[in-house]
């Protein structure tokens, strides 16, 4: 999951519909922006282009380096709820982080503001910015939490996967994303993107619900709104008063 810098919001590229192993249609690159954003489709399609998310029973991955350790987050959305059950053993510093983050309240209505159906829903902006400078390294702050060292991917992404985004090497900050299916098990080669957890049980009808509100309501991907939510908060996306939010979320 790469920075894409995009000045105007692009037609989605993926929809419900979206079938794996198949090339979405590609508008022509959108002119740059000052600030990065970060973008699932280029890892989705490099992946894809060589080959990756194929399901191999055979496929390893690297060993724990700490005993599991499982900790539970309740997210209360305007789509409903959901729990998370993060392994610290999959990413110790990963799940750490995502801890410290629900801790903090940062997640607090947040929104959900990137949903492309059948690939990924991608949150993590603070509704206030001056608590999103703490965090996000790209929000141009000397005070800044530093991102995390990568961590290798030690669990297959399928529908409710959590990860962090990032743009590339040592770049996990405050930005992460949910899977869905069926494009979301495409995800797990680029070096941030680490499974921290999955979504649990019946909660993952949440999900679905905030993909299909999303695309009833009609509105293009949004990855463009990272760079002015980051600046000015929630009333960034005024114009897109149907998106999902977090309303709040903590520990159980």
Sequence with gaps: LRFAVVLTAAPSLLTSAFQPR???PIPS????????LFNFLDDYKASRDAGGGEEDPDD??????CESEI?????????????VAVDRSLSPSGVGRFLDLVESGFFDDQLLYRVIPGFVIQFGVASDPSVQARWDPGAGETDVVPPLPDEPNRSRFRMGTLSFAGSGIDSRSCHLCIALEPG???????????????????GLLALETVARNFEESGYPDLTSLQGPLAMGGNEAAS???NLDRIIAC???
């Design 22 to 24: 198949v090339a979405p």
């Design 29 to 36: 690159r959108p002119k740059r922006a000052t600030r990065p």
């Design 60 to 65: 390893g991955f690297p060993p724990a380096v």
């Design 71 to 83: 900790h539970r987050v309740r997210f209360s959305t305007t789509a409903g709820d959901f729990t």
């Design 184 to 202: 979301g098990a495409f995800l797990g080669d680029a070096p941030h993107e680490t499974t921290l957890g999955h979504v649990e049980g019946d």
């Design 239 to 241: 114009e897109y008063p």
């Design 250 to 252: 903590g520990r159980v």
